[in-house]
Nanobody
C-alpha cells in the first residue's frame, strides 16, 4: 500500500517559518510530480506548489518569494519551506504525489494533512 505521511505543521507567529515534510512509502515504482495544497476552513483545497522529478517548480502567486518546495528523490520525500508566514497561510496542508506503484498507475495519492496555525 502506498502512503504519504506529512509532518512539520504547528503553531507559528506571523513572520515566522515552518518546514513541512512528506515522505512516500510502499510499493512505489516511480514518483512523478509532487506537491503541496492548502485548505482553509470553509474553502476549497488550493494548489500551493508543485515540483517535478527534475526539480521544475510551480508556485501559487500568493506564496511566491516566501515558500520553497524541494524534493529528495532518493528518500521519496518532498519539503515545503515556509517563510514570512501570514495569517492567511493558516490551513491544513496536504501533500500530493502522482505516482506509479509496482502494480498500477499512474494515479494521485494524498497525505492525511498537517495543520499550520498562524497567530498575530
Amino acid at each position: 500500500q502506498v502512503r504519504l505521511v506529512e509532518s512539520g505543521g504547528g503553531l507559528v507567529q506571523t513572520g515566522g517559518s515552518l518546514r513541512l515534510s512528506c515522505a512516500a512509502s510502499g510499493a512505489i515504482g516511480r514518483i512523478n510530480a509532487m506537491g503541496w495544497y492548502q485548505q482553509a476552513p470553509g474553502k476549497q483545497r488550493e494548489l500551493v506548489a508543485t515540483i517535478t522529478p527534475g526539480g521544475i517548480t510551480n508556485y501559487a502567486d500568493s506564496v511566491k518569494g516566501r515558500f520553497t518546495i524541494s524534493r529528495d528523490n532518493a528518500k521519496m520525500t518532498v519539503y515545503l519551506q515556509m517563510n514570512s508566514l501570514k495569517l492567511e497561510d493558516a490551513a491544513v496542508y496536504y501533500c500530493n504525489a502522482n505516482l506509479r506503484s509496482v502494480y498500477s498507475g499512474p494515479y494521485d495519492v494524498w497525505g492525511q494533512g498537517t495543520l499550520v496555525t498562524v497567530s498575530s
